[in-house]
Each structure stands twice: as structure tokens, then as C-alpha cells.
């Protein structure tokens, strides 16, 4: 099975079932499939070949789920690129994939106008909210994507298919420690996987709505839409959760069933007064990405007294490890489960052996849900997906730490590098350094996480100044903010006389971190 | 009025563009489609209003309506007021 066929195989059941709602527009699943499939075919005329790769740098948009399911239609392979993207990352990205088409808005592009010269691969763009009714602007070599969408000599009927399942699906950028993003590649065998044992997991039925808000550049996002379109259901997706009541109203007025989180947006929900609101709909909340602090969940258990809690673990890299089944949620508050169905999770220590209960090791996942590697990068590749048992088969080393009860649920300890974990978005030290050091007067800087109620972790960058440099906060900052997403910007800034190193006259985070606790004691 | 459009203007220039120039921050631009602004920052901006302006702002009042833009926010801030005084 492919993924686009979850659109497919739902607009050939259902098709005047309201599919997808966004602000004020709602879209049964014929209007989907149609557009969808007239995006596919300009994508296939534009000259997108099977398996080339097609950017996809939108906001939480009709147009957003509507270019995805039209890139695997044209067979070609989508990433979808936050909107807060930098120029200077989204052009590394858009080079490191050799995206041969980019699909955005006419907002989005205007930073990226100067880089063209700097995009060799990049063939065509197509743009949504272009202000003439033309279909095609020549000279900047942009399509309108809305007159794409309804373009009526473009075929409804899909293209032929030209993929079978083990061809490449996406690529989801993630932080990486030495900096630079890599390009998880995710075929349609795993996504399928991962959708299907986590909706049977999740028990969804086609009459569930579920409501999103995160990014879709975010794998959990993502997959609200992908597993909502395969059930047959219906998604409401929203821009954010800035406006926490927006969103409530939301959850009351599309009786929604299914409503994911992240531990920051439980720390908004739960500061809300939600005196009057009832939830009758709603069946069941997910949290992954960061551990829900047992506060958090007693907490969500009051305020959603008939609602299935469920506490989940996972990585990109296979998108879920593991459910807690929400009956024992008020038993082990602290455990993220046990693997997911189809799945085989173990913990092993640094010589690759299984561990008895209760010792702390790596985790290592087995499934048809695990990656196919790094987008060309062997080496990176090879240090996470090991050989397993059967001959050529490869298992996920995942760099996280865990422990398992005699019962067999996981309990996780941390992270084997120093990667961060703020608002649920995986964060490489590294990244932010490399623009610290591009500041004029920065001579050292280290960037750890700190403990922080809202964000799970918080980002501080603990800095030296070259003599006679003079630098505040917001300098740091406002710097920062240039060149990276919002989510990486600093919270807080320290400036040290010296940082810490190893032996070896690294500088060590560990030890800088260590400074950091003293000092907030 | 005046004054209030440019304190709430200097905070979100301060809070939420880190103090870069704000040529770009037109009175209209709604934060959301921005990018300025997400869920902690409107808390933030929250404590802010309330302290700043001594008013109390109900958890149902934090709607774009009210907050996305210096527009909207001088607009529910005149409207606050005017029931205070």
C-alpha cells in the first residue's frame, strides 16, 4: 500500500464526508481527491519525476495537506519545511534534497528571491496568494497554486501510479548533532506501518474528528492528517495553539474525538479557565515528544474525567516506539508503555546485549515503522540503524536511555548526546553555537537545556566575550532570531569569564550544565 | 492613544523580535501569520496588559479579535479601559 492511497481509498467510500477543515473552509473528500489530483499532474507537467523531491514551506494550510498528498500522487517524495524556517537553513534544505519544486506562499518567498541563483536544482515554485489572477508569472517562474488547484483542463483522475511501497515517501528534517539538519527518509511501507498500528492502537473509527495544531513539519503533526485521512475520519487543523480558546471553541463546535498534545500545550491548557466548557465528544489526547510530568496528567485526568489519556514515546527516525494504554495511566504515570503493535522493542548495553529488567540501557526499536536511513549521509546512517538478527535487516539504535519494569513497560532516563528537547522539538546544541560564533565579539559559547515548566526543556546559551567585546541578552538574541526558528532562540543567555573543558580542551556542556544548577541553587 | 500604540509596539519589538528594527511590523500584521507570537508569548503579553495597564483580562478575551495585531490590541486595550474608568 502507498500513502497516498489513504486519501484514495476514503474519497472512494465517503466521498461528500466533510475530509479536512481549516479556518473557514471545509472540504469533503471528493474536493480533496480532485484537487489533489490537479496539483499532480502541473506537478508531473512542471517535469517532477518519480522520486525527485518537492518542498513543502507552508503553514498549517488547506493547501499544505493539499500539496502533500499531490507530490506522492505525482510520485515524487515530499518534505514539509517549517514556516519559521530561516532563509539560510530552507536554502541548505532545499539544496541537500535537490528539491526539484518548492510549493510555499507569496509571504514565505520574498526572503528567498535573492537565492535563486544559489538553488541550481530547483525547477519550478509553486506559489499560493499570488496577488494577479495569471496562472503563471514568467519571469519570476512562479505558479499560482490556487489556479493550479482548480484548474479545469487538468485531469480529476489520479496519474498513473509509477511507485511500489518500498520507494521513498518523505523526508522529515531533524536536528543533528553535528549542527547540520539530516534528512530522515521514511518510504511508504513505513509510514503506512507506523499510521496503521498506531491507529489500531488508538482505535480509531471514521466517525473520529481530530483536531491539530502542530506543524506539519513536525512528524507527530503530520501524521494526525496522514491517519485521519486513512480511517476516514476528519481533521480540523488549526494554524497554532496561540490562541488557547480559539482553539477550545474549536473542540466543542466539530465534536471533536481525538485531541494530540504536546507538555507544552498542557501546561497552557491546564492554566485555562475551562469552567463551562464540556467535552462530551472527545474519546481520547496523546502526548509524546516529552514526558507529561505526573502533575500534568493527574491534572488532564480531572479536567478530562471520561477521556483515554494516552502517554506515548517516540523519534522520528520511526516515528512511534511506544503507548501507555490509558488503563494504566494512573498506575505508572511515570512509563511511556510498551511497543506499539507490529513492533519489537528491547534495551541493550554498549556491547549490543540485552539487559535484565531494571537496568539502564539503550533502546533499540525493530519494525517495518524504522527509517531507511540519514538522506546521504552513510556514516551517520550507520551508527543508528545496526544489524539485527535476521541477515540483512536493521534495527534502530535510538541514543535514548531507558529502563524496563519486570512487566516490560519503559521507563525513559535520557539521552546518550546533548541533544535538547524544548516544546517538543528535538534541538542540536551544535546548530545554535555555530550562529553564536558568527556573532562579532562571542569568543565561546556552549547551549544547553534547562529544567522549564512550560517548554520541557528550556534553551540557555552560556557564552565568553572576546576582550573588550560588549554584548546584553538581546543582542544574543536578536541574532539568534535572524538565523534560526523561533524555537531555538535562547531563552536565557549567561556570560561566563570561562567555560569549562575536558581534558582535551573541548569545551564541555556537561560541565557548563553542571555550573548552570549551582548556580540557580 | 498614541502613546499606548507606540508601548505596545516597543513591547512586542522587545519581547518578540528580540529588538530587531520593526520597519517590517506594520499596525495591521497579525502576529499569527507572522510568526511573532505563539502561546507562551501571549501569556506573556497578558502579564504585560495587565500590569502595565491595571486591568484584568478574562481567559475568554485571548482571541486574535482582541490580541493579533497592534490594531486589535489598541482597540480591546481603549475598550478595557473605558469600562475601568
Known amino acids: 500500500m502507498q500513502v497516498e492511497e489513504f486519501l484514495e481509498l476514503s474519497a472512494g467510500r465517503s466521498p461528500e464526508k466533510t475530509a479536512l477543515v481549516c479556518r473557514d473552509r471545509r472540504l469533503t473528500y471528493r474536493e480533496v481527491e480532485e484537487q489533489c489530483n490537479r496539483l499532480a499532474h502541473a506537478l508531473v507537467a512542471e517535469g517532477v519525476q518519480r522520486g525527485e523531491r518537492v518542498a513543502i514551506y507552508l503553514e498549517n494550510s488547506v493547501e499544505a495537506v493539499l500539496s502533500i498528498f499531490a507530490v506522492l500522487k505525482a510520485g515524487a517524495v515530499f518534505l514539509v519545511v517549517n514556516p519559521t524556517t530561516k532563509v539560510d537553513k530552507l536554502t541548505y534544505i532545499l539544496n541537500n534534497c535537490r528539491a526539484v519544486a518548492l510549493i510555499t506562499d507569496i509571504r514565505n518567498l520574498a526572503g528567498l528571491e535573492s537565492r535563486r541563483p544559489q538553488l541550481p536544482h530547483l525547477k519550478s515554485i509553486f506559489a499560493a496568494g499570488m496577488s494577479s489572477t495569471s496562472l503563471r508569472d514568467s519571469e519570476a517562474q512562479l505558479v499560482s497554486l490556487e489556479n493550479t488547484l482548480s484548474r479545469a483542463d487538468l485531469p480529476n483522475l489520479p496519474p498513473v501510479k509509477k511507485c511500489i511501497d518500498i520507494d521513498l515517501a518523505a523526508l522529515v528534517y531533524t536536528s543533528g548533532s553535528t549542527g547540520k539538519p539530516k534528512g530522515v527518509m521514511l518510504t511508504h511501507l513505513n509510514i503506512v506501518s507506523a499510521a496503521t498500528s498506531i491507529t489500531t492502537y488508538l482505535e480509531n473509527v471514521p466517525d473520529d474528528v481530530i483536531l491539530n495544531v502542530l506543524p506539519l513539519s513536525f512528524d507527530y503533526g503530520l501524521y494526525q492528517v496522514l491517519m485521519a485521512f486513512k480511517i476516514g475520519g476528519t481533521i480540523i487543523l488549526e494554524p497554532s495553539f496561540t490562541y488557547p480558546y480559539t482553539v477550545i471553541e474549536k473542540l466543542v463546535q466539530e465534536k471533536v474525538t481525538g485531541f494530540p498534545l504536546v507538555p507544552t500545550i498542557s501546561a497552557i491548557l491546564l492554566q485555562l479557565d475551562l469552567k463551562g466548557y464540556d467535552f462530551p465528544s472527545l474519546r481520547y489526547v496523546t502526548n509524546t515528544a516529552a514526558a507529561l510530568p505526573t502533575r500534568h496528567i493527574r491534572q488532564l485526568r480531572k479536567v478530562f474525567p471520561h477521556v483515554k489519556l494516552y502517554s506515548m514515546y517516540g523519534l522520528t527516525e520511526c516515528k512511534r516506539v511506544s503507548y501507555l494504554p490509558p488503563d494504566q495511566i494512573d498506575l505508572r504515570p511515570t512509563s511511556v508503555g510498551r511497543g506499539m503493535p507490529n513492533e519489537e522493542v528491547y534495551i541493550v548495553d554498549d556491547n549490543g546485549r540485552r539487559v535484565s529488567p531494571g537496568v539502564i540501557g539503550e533502546l533499540v526499536v525493530r519494525g517495518s515503522n524504522v527509517m531507511k536511513g540519514y538522506w546521504e549521509l552513510p556514516e551517520e546512517t550507520d551508527k543508528v540503524l545496526r544489524c539485527g538478527h535476521l541477515p540483512g535487516e536493521k534495527v534502530l539504535y535510538t541514543g535514548d536511555l531507558f529502563r524496563m519494569d519486570e512487566e516490560g513497560f519503559l521507563y525513559f532516563v535520557g539521552r546518550k548526546d546533548d541533544i535538547i528537547k524544548c516544546r517538543g522539538e528535538k534541538v542540536s546544541p551544535k546548530e545554535i553555537e555555530d550562529v553564536l560564533y558568527s556573532l562579532d565579539g562571542v569568543a565561546e559559547a556552549a547551549v544547553i537545556g534547562v529544567p522549564d515548566g512550560l517548554l520541557g526543556q528550556a534553551i540557555k546559551a552560556v557564552i565568553t566575550l572576546r576582550e573588550g567585546a560588549q554584548l546584553t541578552q538581546r543582542d544574543v538574541q536578536s541574532h539568534c532570531s535572524q538565523h534560526l526558528e523561533d524555537f531555538m532562540v535562547p531563552k536565557f543567555v549567561e556570560f561566563r569569564d570561562e567555560l569549562p573543558k575536558t581534558d582535551s580542551g573541548k569545551i564541555s556542556r556537561r560541565l557548563v550544565a553542571a555550573g548552570a544548577l549551582e548556580a540557580a541553587e | ?85
Do not use: A
Request: no cysteine; charged share 25%; hydrophobic share 40%.
Open chain 2, 1 to 85: 492613544m498614541q502613546n499606548i500604540e507606540q508601548e505596545l509596539r516597543q513591547f512586542v519589538v522587545d519581547n518578540f523580535l528580540f529588538g530587531q528594527p520593526n520597519g517590517h511590523l506594520s499596525s495591521s500584521d497579525s502576529f499569527l501569520d507572522k510568526g511573532i507570537i505563539d502561546s507562551t508569548g501571549v501569556l506573556e503579553l497578558v502579564v504585560f496588559l495587565e500590569e502595565t495597564y491595571r486591568i484584568k483580562i478574562q481567559d475568554r478575551e485571548l482571541v486574535p479579535d482582541n490580541l493579533d495585531s497592534i490594531n486589535n490590541l489598541v482597540r480591546f486595550l481603549e475598550r478595557k479601559l473605558q469600562h475601568t474608568s
